[in-house]
């Protein structure tokens, strides 16, 4: 583990060990650049061990992919030679002496700094103890912060010493920290109290260590017998218990080896001035296992035992002092148990998967954790009382200036992509380092250990400042928000400005800058945190503001730099430039919300704050008198009033309504050019087409420029692939004002009555399609259409420029020669008024608010849920299912509209584990609200029993759950009894206590009904769960992620009637929820991007060069750990399978899955997909037991995430079922497939083709057992699907009957045989019975199958061409053609199957 006192982000080796540069805090973007690497233990020391396995492909050699993977990026290819070669340099190997040990080989790259030298060492197994030394050349000693290529003479080969350097106080504390970081290194505290970004992650336990060794290991793994198959109890199919325990296994081999009682900073700190003199820096205070109680002196020459005990100060060397330059080796010398078990401990850290030990970029908190015994720690307890946050020792100048650090490192160039990768880390590390900074405030800020600013105020408006952040709560303080909902609009208006700053700085425009946010819920209370501007706390505000409005919109003013700043956000934003009138009725410019606010710092550089309005509002939830909702809205109860006026669309909407929009205007300007070319007759239609035709020439050219410049064309495409899906749905909303209006013109009227009719709601998946055929050369229009859609449209016939004009007329576009849509944020503001020569802009603007708003309920919920019908949307916990509303632009808000939505399916029965799961959110959701007002009231000391009693009166079956009001510890029996009424703080602390189970159900249902207009029938726990088939783990694990509650790891009787399931000593923690900015690697995206392209083309060699390319990128920016990495390594891994590279797909999975534990946690739906991929790898390797028991953890996770009954458990049975029935326990084999038989005929009713792969898996167990009636039958069945699914002459349908036959046979065989013995007794001639113990071979074939994985036979010959690539070119357009079926390569991964 690098040492915390470095606090040095850990960016990890790419291709060759050493990383490009990582830009230290202070700004000084040369210096300190570092790097961690992990020595393996296996002698090749850390290099290419990390991430990449081997970083030999990845760089993108060939002209050909250099093209495609830079398509993307926003330079040509001119930057692109040095581009390439800079990612790229060759390594060397140098040689190291330390004392004590032998030299070693170490392999190191011309840009590492020699500091990253120095963090190697510190992590070796061998020389980890070491923290203050020099590294010397030929006597000479290098500087730390000079790159390798600078120094003379360093070479290939070259030997560099490791010499003992003196300490300073600073260095002394360093190597305190850094042993006491080593002693902890197997220690999971960290992880389960969430500090440090340390987190769980249980991968190891299941597979016994590393994975990448175990093919020669585990020879034994392939001889059957000695698996032990059967799974415990609770993971069987059908049981209902639901334990919690085996979340998190406990590790047998990590029993903590105890090395030393205590270390702790003595009492007699700091030496007094005689002893400085002498050289004392400070003492420590030790006792050793053996009971030995030392008091030590670290000195500018090392560590000595001195003479002081706890009460007597006698400075004096001890005799012997045993005076060594580290502590190990004092330590080792007066304790033999300290060296027995240091030595062992290194061993086992250095063993375990480096990804197990890197720090996670944001910190991930367990819900659950075990008693964990607290033990002395003396960092620990000076890290609790002093601000100290990571750097402070390290940088001059102590406290971060964080707002210098966030904007400084947005001013970085950015022109070719080693110079955006150095920004993109530097942004990404200070955004980090900035939230983790925030959360810590945040927390201080409600444990009440920050002064407030203003002091004299009420507690509600006080404000903080910590560590140069700013923070306020989310109170409505000073009525501000009075008009906009009070508090309520306070707690929102955050999250809402949040949004605003991720807007804004996705766009990125230079000269513009938004302030670093964090929003913190921490028990009860919503925390801001922010950077801030320098200047703004020594003036007033209102003379600050020079841009927007302080008092939304009463006064309002401009400015003409910011005007340009935000014109150029304007078009990426979706956000209309307008006029509003001030306080002297004066027109004002603005290109942003009014409430949006410009001020200019003391730096002279260009801030905007409060982007809460961003967005334009949602009016299905924002009533105004006098305005008429569209009937699709008002058919499902819109407008509805929400808690306050500050409910906004989504980002993703306004995207997806727009690309919409964009096809609705394709689509008129065709027909409308169709009708024109029908209404001349054809004999002067010939010269108006090749007019047409040859201006298309003209202007394609011009429109493909056109279009790589105007991001609402392209941008849409790009942002989510979730949305181009629904472009088939959603094509035909066309605007049926827009249609009205235009119908007069007699060109437009025809057809385009038949896009009004079919308005309104999206009757089917068909729709889009339907009008396409209905009209015969609707494609070649639209191409026609396409080359008019110019940017100014000036070159164009006037005919033509009336079509474009009525397309824009009826879309709602603000140009009328091009395509813009864009939205004026103020509209229905309070309190904005506007000039009266836009009133016509501003009823087509109030109009398009209604269109997206009804686009949102008839188009965008309708979508989300025909995507759960056919399972590309598989959501499997509330976070995935909050996730899938939002990608498609659906706010939370409108669970309970979905919700109905799906009630009123017919195919309801298909959307049940999306109805249960919403059904839950819906439900913790509307606890959470209460859960958040509730704590409010409780006192610290309360907080505890406040915690548990919420969670008995939530969950608990006991009736009359009772607070347990905490004793007074403090207070003797006697006087209690007098003061038994009052209890300590007075007034209201204890109404927390009167809450009653009844009473919190009753308040949960009226928050459904109040917030999300659902009404839920409930009076209790048990009924919910009995009525809508819930959990109680569920439930209790969905709160506890909400709301920050960790609890302990033990089984609860939840469904006791006499006792209630959890007690105060069950709540361990609460911890904060923190919503922070994601900065992106956008080159690595784009070269992702590109290979999944190239890879759903079939070209998988190319697709996996770019992919490999995009991991180093990835790498680069965030270091090691990251979502996007662990897609990446997926991706990675399935590829490498695919191509046969069977021990690099595991080992690339295995990195995916502890990523995955480790960033999103161990039990999220993601871990639980990455488990079964790291099972199918793990069983193609021959490693049966470790596929098995993978399996069975996923299956537990599933469990008790989302219950049994949900589709994807049905691929997860069928993958068990298989590994089963291949090591022959077939009775077992038989329970999980017929379970998945089940599930599968429930969710993709009973004629679907995987209810017919089913059907044969089953019948092939059968036939194993040699009961051929059954599996007779089951194949018949799956015989039937396929016959009237695919036709007779399909293969598949062949491959059926084939079986059928042969299963016949072998009946009629068996059948035969007993009629023998029947007739003849013990004599008869039995002829031997052909019983198919299943090959590995054909269970892995069935396995590739169900997930979706298809193989391109190939000769072992055509696998040498391929390699040699002799005939390319060919062989992979073949690979195109086969490869087509496998879509499901790309993230989500839709097992498919593959028909032909």
């Known amino acids: 583990m690098v ?65 495609d993977g830079n398509g993307e990026v926003d330079e040509g290819e001119d930057s692109n030679e040095q581009e390439v070669i800079v990612i790229q340099d060759t390594g060397f190997t140098v040689k190291i002496q330390a004392p004590g040990t032998e030299p070693f080989d170490l392999q190191v790259s011309p840009q590492e700094m020699v500091q990253e030298i120095h963090q190697v060492l510190m992590d070796r197994e061998d020389t980890c103890h070491r923290t203050c030394f020099s590294l010397q050349l030929d006597g000479n000693v290098l500087d730390n912060f000079a790159e390798l290529k600078s120094i003379e003479g360093l070479q290939e080969g070259s030997l560099l010493k490791v010499v003992e350097e003196s300490y300073t106080v600073r260095e002394a504390r360093i190597h305190v920290r850094h042993i006491r970081d080593l002693l902890k290194s197997l220690d999971p505290s960290d992880a389960y109290n969430g500090v440090d970004c340390n987190s769980l992650s249980f991968l190891s336990i299941f597979t016994d260590g590393d994975l990448g060794d175990c093919g020669t290991r585990k020879k034994k793994g392939t001889e059957l017998e000695q698996i032990d198959c059967t799974p415990p109890e609770h993971i069987l199919p059908g049981s209902k218990e639901r334990p919690l325990v085996p979340l998190q296994p406990q590790n047998k081999d990590l029993k903590p080896l105890q090395c030393l009682k205590v270390l702790t900073m003595s009492g007699w700190n700091p030496p007094p001035g005689n002893r400085k003199m002498h050289g004392d820096l400070m003492y420590l205070y030790m006792v050793t296992v053996e009971e030995r109680h030392v008091s030590v002196t670290a000195s500018t020459r090392g560590f000595y035992l001195n003479q002081s005990t706890t009460y007597t100060f006698n400075p004096k060397p001890a005799n012997p002092s045993f005076l060594s330059h580290s502590l190990v080796e004092l330590l080792s010398q007066i304790s033999p148990a300290f060296k027995k078990n240091f030595t062992a401990m290194q061993k086992k850290r250095v063993q375990r998967h480096p990804f197990e030990r890197i720090a996670t970029p944001f910190q991930v908190y367990s819900w659950t954790a075990p008693q964990v015994d607290h033990a002395m720690d003396c960092v620990r307890a000076e890290d609790a009382y002093t601000s100290r946050l990571g750097y402070e020792e390290h940088i001059p100048g102590q406290t971060r200036d964080w707002n210098e650090e966030l904007q400084t490192t947005r001013e970085l160039p950015r022109k070719n992509l080693p110079e955006r990768l150095l920004r993109e880390r530097a942004i990404f590390k200070v955004h980090s380092d900035f939230a983790a900074a925030a959360t810590r405030g945040a927390m201080a800020v409600i444990d009440g250990n920050v002064m407030a600013i203003n002091p004299g105020e009420e507690t509600r408006m006080q404000m903080f400042i910590w560590n140069n952040i700013f923070f306020s709560l989310g109170f409505d303080v000073r009525d501000h928000y009075r008009e906009l909902g009070g508090d309520a609009a306070a707690h929102a208006a955050p999250t809402n400005d949040l949004n605003g700053v991720r807007a804004y700085g996705a766009v990125d425009v230079e000269g513009l800058y938004t302030l670093g946010t964090v929003v913190v819920d921490y028990r009860g209370y919503r925390v801001t945190a922010q950077s801030i501007i320098p200047g703004i706390l020594e003036r007033e505000q209102e003379q600050s503001v020079i841009y927007g409005s302080i008092d939304f919109g009463k006064t309002v003013v401009s400015h003409d730099k910011y005007l340009e700043l935000l014109e150029k956000t304007s078009r990426p934003l979706k956000v209309q430039r307008h006029s509003v009138l001030n306080e002297k009725d004066d027109s004002v410019m603005l290109c942003s919300s009014v409430e949006c606010k410009g001020i200019i710092g003391n730096d002279g550089r260009h801030y905007i704050l409060d982007l809460l309005r961003t967005f334009p509002p949602d009016l299905n939830f924002l009533p105004v008198d006098g305005e008429e909702l569209p009937p699709e809205s008002q058919r499902q109860g819109f407008p509805r009033q929400h808690r306050h006026r500050l409910a906004c669309l989504r980002q993703e909407l306004i995207e997806a309504f727009v690309e919409h929009r964009y096809l609705l205007f394709m689509k008129m300007a065709a027909l409308q ?61 066309a605007v049926t004002d827009g249609v009205e209006n235009s119908s007069s013109k007699p060109a437009t009227n025809g057809p385009l009555d038949l896009v009004a009719t079919q308005n309104g709601e999206c009757k089917g998946p068909l729709d889009g399609k339907e009008l396409e055929e209905s009209i015969p050369g609707l494609a070649q229009a639209k191409e026609l259409a396409e080359t008019l859609v110019a940017e100014d449209g000036s070159c164009i016939d006037p005919k033509s420029r009336e079509v474009v004009l009525n397309a824009c007329k009826a879309v709602g576009s603000i140009s009328n020669t091009s395509f813009d849509i864009r939205f004026n944020p103020d509209i229905f503001s309070p309190g904005v008024r506007f000039p009266d020569d836009s009133a016509d802009d501003i009823k087509k603007q109030k109009q398009l608010l209604k269109d997206a708003a009804a686009f949102l309920v008839s188009c965008q919920i309708p979508s989300l849920v025909k995507d759960c019908l056919d399972h590309s949307a598989l959501p499997m916990d509330g976070a995935t299912l909050t996730e899938a509303l939002r990608q498609r632009g659906i706010n939370v808000r409108y669970l309970g509209n979905v919700l109905e939505f799906v009630d009123k399916t017919p195919a309801k029965i298909q959307l049940e584990h999306f109805y249960r799961i919403g059904i839950s959110e819906l439900i913790t959701r509307c606890a959470k609200h209460i859960f958040k007002t509730y704590l409010q009231g409780v006192e610290l000391s309360a907080l505890s029993a406040a915690v548990s009693h919420f969670l008995n009166c939530f969950l608990s079956s006991f009736p009359d759950a009772v607070a347990h009001l905490p004793p007074d510890e403090l207070v003797s029996r006697r006087k209690n009894r007098k003061r038994r009424n009052r209890v300590p703080g007075g007034g209201d602390n204890t109404a927390w206590a009167s809450l009653t189970p009844s009473e919190l159900w009753k308040n949960i249902a009226s928050e459904a009904q109040s917030y999300y207009h659902y009404t839920i029938q409930c009076e209790s726990v048990d009924q ?10 569920t439930l209790l ?27 105060e000593e069950d709540i361990l923690n609460i911890f904060p929820v923190v919503k922070h900015v994601n900065p992106k690697a956008s080159d690595a995206f784009h070269f992702f991007q590109s290979g999944q392209a190239k890879v759903q083309q079939g070209f998988l060699k190319e697709g996996c060069e770019l992919i490999n390319e995009a991991l180093n990128l990835f790498n680069n920016v965030y270091g090691a750990m990251h979502v996007e990495i662990c897609a990446c390594l997926r991706l990675l891994a399935r590829l490498n399978y695919i191509m046969g590279d069977h021990p690099e797909a595991l080992s690339n999975q295995q990195k995916a899955v502890l990523m995955s534990e480790r960033v999103l946690g161990i039990e999220h739906p993601n871990t639980i997909q990455e488990y079964m991929h790291l099972a199918l790898y793990c069983f193609a390797n021959g490693q049966l037991s470790t596929a098995l028991k993978l399996l069975y953890r996923a299956r537990y996770l599933m469990l008790a995430v989302s219950g049994e009954d949900h589709p994807e458990m049905a691929l997860l049975d069928s993958n068990i079922g298989l590994v089963l029935h291949g090591v022959m326990e077939y009775d077992l084999s038989l329970r999980f497939l017929e379970n998945a038989l089940t599930t599968n005929t429930k969710y993709h009713g009973p004629r679907s083709l995987k209810v017919a792969l089913s059907h044969h898996l089953v019948a092939r167990v059968y036939e194993s057992k040699a009961e051929f009636r059954s599996a007779l039958q089951h194949e018949k069945e799956g015989y039937t699907i396929y016959k009237n699914q695919m036709g007779e002459a399909h293969e598949k349908t062949k491959e059926s009957s084939e079986y059928l036959k042969y299963l016949t046979q072998q009946a009629v065989a068996l059948q035969r045989t007993m009629n023998e013995i029947y007739k003849n007794g013990s004599s008869a001639s039995i002829m031997p019975l052909k019983f198919t113990a299943p090959s590995m071979a054909s269970v892995l074939e069935q396995l590739n199958i169900i997930n979706g994985i298809i193989f391109i036979p190939l000769s072992q010959k055509d696998l040498e061409n391929l390699k040699a690539e002799v005939q390319r070119r060919q062989q992979l357009q073949e690979l195109g053609k086969i490869e087509e079926p496998t879509e499901d390569i790309p993230l989500e991964l839709e097992d498919k199957i593959p028909i032909d």
Do not use: W
């Not at 209404?679 to 040859?694: F, G, L, M, R, V």
């Not at 020439?697 to 011009?702: H, I, K, V």
């Not at 009525?1027 to 783990?1033: A, P, S």
């Open 3 to 67: 040492s915390k006192t470095d606090d040095i982000p850990a960016s990890v080796p790419s291709c060759n060990p050493v990383d490009l540069a990582d830009v230290s805090v202070d700004g000084g973007e040369e210096s300190s650049r570092t790097l961690l690497k992990d020595s393996c233990g296996c002698g090749h020391s850390a290099d290419t061990a990390m991430v990449n396995g081997d970083g030999t492909h990845g760089h993108i050699e060939d002209k050909e992919s250099k093209h």
């Open 673 to 733: 050019l169709m009708q024109q070319k029908a209404n001349k007759d054809t004999k002067t239609a010939a010269p108006a087409i090749t007019e047409a035709t040859s201006e298309s020439n003209a202007e394609t050219t011009q429109t493909e420029s056109a279009a790589s410049d105007s991001p609402s064309v392209t941008d849409v495409s790009t942002h989510t692939t979730s949305q181009t899906e629904n472009n088939s749905t959603v094509a035909s909303e």
């Open 1024 to 1033: 919910v769960v009995e009525k809508y088939g819930l959990q109680k783990i």
């Open 1037 to 1063: 694990r969905e709160i506890s992620i909400k709301t920050g509650i960790q609890i302990l790891i033990k089984e609860y009787n939840f469904d006791s009637r006499h006792k209630p399931a959890f007690t």
